[in-house]
């Protein structure tokens, strides 16, 4: 018998006003894989990773059709901790938003309004988020320093690691290597397959041969009677391209 998938999208819709973006979104997302995102830009790939933790709420236009679920839970449930879900959902943009703060502050963000961390835990629980994102050795004598002084690559690994400060079961990466070097892709992709196994990730990506290296299956998205769709699921190898390919 198959596990129940970890997030499970139903016949999933968006629209702003008149204009449908998405149409009959259907995906299972097992626990522990890598599921990439592929297709071409502006089909609404971005917008299902907003969805996913209910960052589409800050967008009032958009209205949200369909199911998605969490662990078998609504995430477009009324009654729903938005906060507490976007803790074991975190997002990582394809820009690194680091704060204009130390790099210890940066990573802990997220974790230190949540109430079952004590105070006199927190330093250590920064080195693991850290260590988790192979930062730590680099900046583990600058921790007072401004985030912003790092590099871009580094940024990137610091935006990981306070996500992982949390704890989070999934983790939505939005085109988390675009802005980075092939060194700090690397990097990016190493961490990527580091997680594997102990946490979920969506992986929106328009480099084919990254969603080979990295992804355990691969959804196709494309436009179909004017809106956004999945088109074809399936390991990263075999799914077709609909677009030369990028990268390397
Ligand atoms: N707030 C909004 N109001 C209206 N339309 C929007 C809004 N946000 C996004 N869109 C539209 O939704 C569509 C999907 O956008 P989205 O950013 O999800 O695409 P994407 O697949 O991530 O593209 P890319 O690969 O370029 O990042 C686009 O046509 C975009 O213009
Ligand atoms: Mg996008």
Do not use: Y
Not at 83 to 99: K, Y
Not at 125 to 141: G, N, Q, T, Y
Not at 207 to 217: E, G, K, M, T
């Amino acid at each position: 018998m198959t596990p129940d998938p970890i997030l499970h999208i139903q016949s999933l819709g968006v629209t702003a006003g008149p204009r449908p973006l998405l149409r009959g979104v259907s995906l299972a997302v097992p626990e522990g894989s890598v599921f990439g995102l592929i297709g071409p830009s502006g089909v609404g790939k971005s917008t299902l990773l907003k969805c996913c933790n209910r960052l589409v709420d800050l967008t009032p236009a958009l209205r949200v059709t369909g199911t998605l679920l969490f662990r078998g839970a609504p995430v477009f449930d009324r009654r729903l901790d938005v906060d507490a879900l976007r803790t074991r959902i975190g997002i990582l943009f394809q820009q690194p938003a680091v704060f204009p703060c130390s790099v210890l502050a940066n990573v802990l963000f997220g974790a230190r309004p949540l109430a079952r961390v004590p105070r006199r835990e927190l330093p250590a629980l920064a080195e693991h988020a850290l260590r988790e994102a192979a930062l730590w050795h680099e900046v583990k004598d600058r921790l007072d320093q401004p985030a912003t002084r790092l590099s871009v690559g580094q940024q990137q690994r610091l935006c990981l690691a306070r996500t992982l400060a949390t704890d989070p079961e999934v983790i939505l990466m939005d085109e988390p290597t675009s802005a980075l070097d092939p060194q700090a892709t690397e990097a990016i992709e190493h961490l990527i397959l580091r997680l594997r196994g102990r946490r979920t990730v969506m992986l929106v990506t328009h480099n084919r041969a990254q969603a080979r290296r990295v992804c355990d299956a691969v959804a196709r998205f494309a436009v179909v009677d004017g809106a956004g769709t999945v088109v074809e699921t399936g390991p990263a190898g075999t799914v077709t391209a609909d677009a030369p390919e990028t990268g390397g």
